[in-house]
């Protein structure tokens, strides 16, 4: 990972620089891999974030709280209870480790004063955040370990703290770059050079390590035993470089993006292996650099797993409604026979002077078709010939009110398909727990979700995103079905213009003209915004209709959303997040 020992030196030194002596004024757990510590000094205050995510583990001031849950976590209430009012006493690291221990000055319940720890784990999947005493023993730990999970390392309440096994590797802070140099050209002579360093090296992630072989080999890729003397020399020096910044921690934060702004990598050392294939930009500070790496990804993450049963209940509906639809086009495909058996009733009927009971089959003239080519007809030996006739009308007639009632049902399916579609739209959209539980209001209206048992305070529902255009023209965007609802249907005024992507799901968006024309750009700017609060937001060329208002209803008993329009034009746009963060918001 890119959060390596060295870069966490790095982090050190910036939380000594603004937290130390700070005291703890809030405890906030937003859910259960993350903790937020609010702090404060005489002339600051901060959020220090603590995450224990797989992914994502990482350790850095945040310019804002992620929402919390109305009941919080014991972990949570425990340490509100024994870290409020604490004062940071200092930052420890051991080595390269990515382990960070925030050592407190609190008071216990007698009112003496106790040194109490946090421990901040980065080590992939097993990160963690653990709370020790001032004797070194465990309070609790955001991820406990027990026998079952790992005999080497226990981490439960009451047991002394253990700290990781240390690694075989070779600290930068120990031992000079000639050493590595040296022991590098003894070892195996049949590994990469990048892959090579990353065996030796404590606290250097991979990046750190083909930037070293990229520097060496001047953009080549090459194993120990093809590198010349120069070459040698080198890695001599660029390690020596390397070494000198990691002790002295006065690197500089650098992130890396491809061409679409989406980020990629970070270090504390400029980056150069990627060439023109990517942007590398320089962030003010480690924590920003960090934040800004992880946000969206954590954010949508931090989403997901809040939006667990109401995912499940989607992915479910939807299923079952694919089935059915499935299932009923294939009995709808058996009723196109139908015209067979009113044909063979006919037949029959006329017929029956030559039929007798006991018949098995017959062939008879189809007198429908030129040439009177025989066809056979099955027939039921314990009926009549006229009891026959009528039991091929009666299956036509069943199938050919089966055929009206399928067509019907498989309709009102795809619509319901559709409407979860368009949930499953919003709910990727979604940012905050008011949103969601938006969401969960209306599939309680619907009747997907059972609503609670009790009077329930109705949620507090959120605005539509509101933008400026580029001409001052405001520009609404609905976050769900009933709010689009409610903007088209009912705020809009019938000149404003309405936008939507065609036959694909997103957001109703209303340019507000005020009874004017508006300029063609603001329309543009409209349509873009709809393309980009839509599915199709990493599309190129995305179809949006647009009209005016007037120009759109709502069927009688549709689903939430669900909207008709005529008169209206197509523009092809391609969005991107660069838009909404231009235009202001209003």
């Not at 060496?216 to 120069?230: H, S, V």
């Not at 009912?490 to 009874?515: E, M």
């Not at 709809?530 to 120009?551: I, K, L």
Request: hydrophobic share 35%; aromatic share 6%; with cysteine.
């Amino acid at each position: 990972m890119a959060l390596d020992g060295s870069f966490l030196r790095h982090l050190k030194v910036e939380l000594e620089s603004r937290a130390l002596e700070a005291r703890v004024d809030k405890v906030y757990q937003p859910n259960r891999e993350e903790m937020v510590l609010q702090m404060r000094t005489r002339t600051d205050h901060f959020n220090l974030l603590l995450s224990a995510r797989a992914n994502s583990a990482r350790i850095h001031f945040t310019r804002s709280i992620p929402e919390n849950p109305k009941q919080p976590p014991m972990l949570c209430m425990l340490m509100r209870k024994r870290l409020s009012g604490a004062r940071l006493l200092r930052v420890e690291q051991q080595g390269l480790d990515r382990v960070l221990r925030l050592v407190f000055d609190a008071v216990n319940e007698l009112g003496d004063r106790v040194e109490l720890s946090i421990y901040m784990e980065i080590m992939g999947r097993y990160s963690n955040i653990i709370f020790v005493d001032e004797q070194n023993k465990v309070i609790d730990s955001l991820k406990r370990v027990d026998a079952e999970m790992s005999s080497a390392r226990l981490v439960l309440p009451g047991l002394s703290y253990q700290a990781p096994p240390p690694q075989d590797k070779r600290c930068a802070l120990e031992i000079p770059a000639e050493e590595v140099v040296a022991g590098l050209r003894t070892g195996n002579s049949d590994i990469a050079l990048s892959k090579a360093l990353l065996n030796t090296l404590q606290g250097v992630s991979p990046v750190v390590c083909r930037e070293l072989s990229h520097q060496t080999l001047r953009g080549a890729d090459r194993t120990l035993y093809e590198l010349t003397p120069e070459q040698w020399d080198r890695l001599r020096f660029f390690l020596s470089r390397l070494f000198d910044t990691v002790r002295r921690a006065d690197g500089v934060p650098h992130m890396v993006a491809d061409m679409t702004g989406k980020p990629k990598d970070f270090s504390f050392i400029p980056i150069e292996q990627y060439g023109l294939s990517a942007i590398v930009s320089r962030k003010e500070t480690f924590s920003v650099l960090l934040e800004d790496f992880y946000g969206e990804k954590d954010q949508i993450e931090r989403m997901r797993t809040r939006a667990q049963d109401i995912l499940r209940l989607l992915t479910n509906t939807a299923e079952r409604l694919e089935h059915k639809i499935g299932k009923q086009r294939l009995e709808l495909e058996q009723c196109a026979k139908r015209e067979e058996l009113r044909l063979c009733g006919e037949l029959i009927n006329a017929n029956l002077y030559r039929l007798q009971k006991g018949m098995a089959a017959a062939e008879l003239e189809n007198f429908y078709e030129e040439g009177l080519p025989l066809l056979r007809i099955s027939m039921d030996p314990l009926l009549t010939p006229a009891q026959n006739a009528q039991k091929y009308f009666k299956e036509y007639r069943k199938a050919n009110t089966a055929e009206k009632y399928l067509t019907e049902q498989i309709a009102l399916a795809e619509e319901e398909l559709q409407y979860i579609d368009t949930v499953f739209e919003e709910l990727s959209r979604a940012q905050t727990e008011r949103e969601l539980a938006e969401i969960r209001q209306e599939l309680v209206e619907q009747g997907y979700i059972r609503p609670p048992k009790g009077k329930q305070k109705p949620p507090q529902g959120t605005q539509p995103l509101s933008f400026l255009s580029s001409d001052g023209l405001p520009i609404l965007v609905g976050r769900n079905n009933r709010q689009n609802d409610q903007l088209t249907l009912k705020k809009a005024a019938n000149n404003d213009y309405w936008f939507h992507t065609k036959n694909i799901p997103g957001s109703h968006t209303i340019l507000v003209t005020g009874g004017k024309e508006p300029p063609e750009s603001s329309m543009l700017e409209a349509a873009q915004l709809a393309a980009y609060f839509s599915r199709a937001r990493e599309s190129a060329q995305v179809p949006v209709d647009y009209t005016q208002v007037r120009n759109v209803s709502k069927p009688s008993g549709a689903k939430p959303g669900r909207v008709i329009y005529v008169g209206y034009n197509t523009v092809y746009v391609t969005p991107g997040p660069a838009l909404p963060e231009q235009l202001t918001r209003s």
